[in-house]
């Protein structure tokens, strides 16, 4: 674990419960310091979650990318009536 310098200590302090950005002046990557409880909160999916897509979400992705590119056009519906799996 690496201690804290004095300036970025001030800046936890400043940001009160914000977040911290920092910058490797090197190779001007950027980094967030954020307290632990938030960052154990985000590794358990509270606001990232790293599993495998569920196949709700596959389905809503597909709803949304259809949608998006005009699938819902009326003028598409004459496809419905060429769906095999439908019942006439």
Known sequence: MIALSKEIQKAI???QEDPV????PE???EYVVVP???FER???GVYYDDGPITEE???ALLV???LSIGWDDPEMD???????RRKS
Not at 78 to 84: E, G, T, W
């Open 57 to 59: 979400e596959r389905t």
């Open 36 to 38: 632990v409880e938030t």
């Open 27 to 29: 190779t001007d990557a």
């Open 64 to 66: 949304e990318l259809g």
């Open 13 to 15: 302090k400043d940001a």
């Open 42 to 44: 985000m590794r358990k």
């Open 78 to 84: 004459v496809y419905n009536d060429l769906d095999p």
């Open 21 to 24: 950005r920092l910058v490797d």
